[in-house]
């Protein structure tokens, strides 16, 4: 069916960057939106990123605005999350998701197909 496999989490200092990749197996998601999600124990998954298809919606959580950055990579089924001047608060399960339409929106509900998640840790 769909299988999403991210990679790229590790542990940082704050400041430091990281680049998530994730990977969809099976059939293409290239007409499709795509998002991140993050999670930390305890707390509900919620929103981080995502983008459209083509690219030209591209939404961001207020709290990682102007520091993360959504990518893709439609012939490669390819999603990135580029994440810069990390902070300790972004330590969380980094999940990234897709959907059978172009909607874009920042609703855990609205999102059926999840990969398995990247671990990524920032310390002060």
């Known amino acids: 069916q769909v299988q999403l496999v991210e990679s790229g989490g590790g542990s940082v200092q704050a400041g430091g960057s990281l680049r998530l990749t994730c990977k969809a197996r099976?059939?293409?998601?290239?007409?499709?939106?795509m998002a991140w999600f993050r999670q930390t124990p305890g707390e509900e998954r919620t929103f981080a990123a995502a983008m459209s298809s083509g690219g030209v919606t591209r939404i961001y959580a207020d709290s990682v605005k102007g520091r993360f950055t959504i990518s893709r990579d439609r012939s490669n089924n390819m999603l990135y999350l580029q994440m810069n001047n990390l902070e300790p608060e972004d330590t969380a399960l980094y999940y990234c998701a897709t959907r059978f339409n172009n909607e874009v929106t920042k609703t855990k509900a609205d999102w059926p197909y999840w990969g398995q998640g990247t671990q990524v840790t920032v310390s002060s």
């Open positions: 099976g059939r293409t998601l290239s007409s499709y939106a």
